[in-house]
């Protein structure tokens, strides 16, 4: 990978200019810099190793050369989007599972709000951050980091849940340039359609754990634990979860963790 193969993947796309690196702290941190200093809409930083990726939370990503993807977008959102920002990740979740599919014809998943998984294990994660000028979203940085090959998933002790790689998933070798091209298409294919009813139902038609039962963990203590059957997704991106009385409640995006009861 370098700045030239990216450039030419990226023909055709709205991606006005790219920053590739072959090492660097967090790719996010490079777009949050580059968006400050004004970089417009759609530009993405690359790298082939992150020293410091991070996933939400202040926990850990791992990202290693050769063998992952780790990449950000920078968004500056219109009055729609701006609207729902906690649609970014989903977005996200959406174009990696569009473009597995795609490519190596696997059905991957969507663990909400921003996972995706292949056989029920963890093979990208996507990180928004946005950025405020007082009360106007001024610009968001989307970040995706996915394994594409086995020696890209860290070992078991050092994980959450568990994780897997694109080509264990598919038994063959699979083209990394051509996976983030896949990415990127189907990012920018649903970006303007995240107002659609489609939008919603091709994410719900992904959704991890649906008729499981679930349990909704508050992790920064803010919110309270719920727990149930997933049940689907709102229009507005809110988990719908049956609890235990047979109510449906929405939980809306945020400081949740989701993980199936066991
Ligand atoms: C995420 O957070 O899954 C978001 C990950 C976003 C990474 C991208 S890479 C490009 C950009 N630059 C960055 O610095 N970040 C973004 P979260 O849901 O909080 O999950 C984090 C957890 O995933 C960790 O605590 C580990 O348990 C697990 N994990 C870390 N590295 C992993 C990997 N390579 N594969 C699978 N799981 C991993």
Redesign the pocket.
Known sequence: MDYQTLRSLTTGLPVPDIRYFVETG????EALGWAAAGAPDGCLVVADR?A??????G?????CPGV?L???LILRPSADESARPSLFAPLGALAVSQALEVCCGLAAQIKWP??VLLERR??A???VEIAWTSDRLDHAVL???M?VSPR???PAD????P?TSVEEAAGSPVDRDGLLRAILEAFFYWRKRTQAETFIQAWENRLAFKGEQILLEASAGATKSVEGELIGIDLDGSLLVRTSAGAITAVAAGDLHLRPKV
């Open positions: 967090s790719t996010n941190d992150q410091s990726g991070r996933g939400r939370l926990r850990k990503w791992v990202t992952s780790a990449f950000s921003n996972d963890k093979v994660g996507i990180l970040g995706i980091g394994n890209a998933v860290p050092a994980l959450l849940f994780a």
